[in-house]
């Protein structure tokens, strides 16, 4: 399977998956040409996408999937209640474009099979996905307040997962520019995981079997990409795990495409 994350942050978010014969983007969440230059950075032609996948109606998951369906004819995935809070925020869509499954049911795209999973966030039914070819899976978990028992079984065992690392908490509370509404939101069971919460998952991931995370979906004001490493590095070097050999670390990033995994 090849994995990258093109962006990840409050600022929009895309996922690349591909088994070689399918490609598929996770959410959308930039503009169509950021995205596609994206995807010319790491070698794949948008037209040669088999589908969007979308997570929830957030804009910074759904900004581009719009007009990359118009231009490229390129299916739109999302159950019910997301399809209900976003359609008249993508406008028009090719015949056909419109693609709804269960939030509890897997399907397919292609070669792909796409497992959907619940998440706790403040939109109308957000998902996490685990993308299988054979015996290989890939996951994303961004945009939740905790890290549910399910969700921990939904990622068990997964090749990598994208997970996210939103905030710093004492960054949070002092930051002027945020209501306390907001800092309530985000701090809440509904809302972002912090650094500390994603790093407990870090080492319940290993537990299951799960060898690489990219820590994703990072605040531009309530973090620093070296805060969220630091604080996981330094849970798994508690446990006594040695990164890079026990477990492998590393960042999706706000501003430009992070690694491109291929996992045999």
């Keep these: 399977m090849i994995f990258c994350s093109l962006y990840s942050g409050s600022s929009g978010n895309a996922t690349y998956v591909s088994d070689g014969k399918t490609g598929i983007l996770i959410d959308a969440g930039l503009s169509g040409r950021q995205i596609t ?21 957030h804009s910074d998951h ?10 490229y004819h390129i299916p739109i995935y999302a159950n019910a209640g997301t399809w209900a809070s976003m359609a008249s925020q993508l406008g028009a869509l090719p ?3 419109r ?20 998440i706790p966030h403040d939109a109308s039914d ?8 054979g015996v290989r899976s890939v996951a994303t978990a961004t ?3 905790y890290i549910k028992k399910d969700v921990l079984k939904a990622l068990s065992g997964a090749d990598l997962v994208l997970l996210e690392s939103n905030h710093d908490p004492d960054m949070l509370m002092r ?9 309530r939101r985000i701090l809440g069971s509904h809302g972002h995981l912090s650094n500390e919460t994603s790093a407990s998952g870090v080492l319940s991931l290993y537990e299951t079997g799960v060898r690489r995370v990219v820590l994703g979906h990072l605040s531009g004001e309530n973090n620093t990409p070296q805060l969220a490493m630091d604080t996981a590095l330094n849970a798994v070097v508690r446990e006594g795990l040695t990164p890079d ?15 491109v995994y291929q996992i045999e």
């Design 37 to 57: 230059q994206a995807l010319s950075q790491i070698g794949v032609l948008p037209e040669t996408l088999s589908g969007i996948l979308i997570t929830h109606e």
């Design 62 to 71: 759904i900004k581009g999937a719009g007009i990359l369906s118009r231009k």
């Design 95 to 97: 015949a056909g474009a």
């Design 99 to 118: 693609r709804e499954f269960e939030t509890d049911g897997d399907f397919y795209v292609g070669s792909l099979s796409v497992m959907p999973f619940s």
């Design 126 to 133: 957000p998902v996490g996905f685990r993308v299988f070819s």
């Design 143 to 145: 945009d939740m307040g």
């Design 175 to 183: 930051n002027p520019h945020y209501s306390a509404a907001l800092k």
């Design 245 to 259: 050999e026990d477990i492998f670390l590393d960042l999706g990033w706000r501003e430009h495409p992070g690694l």
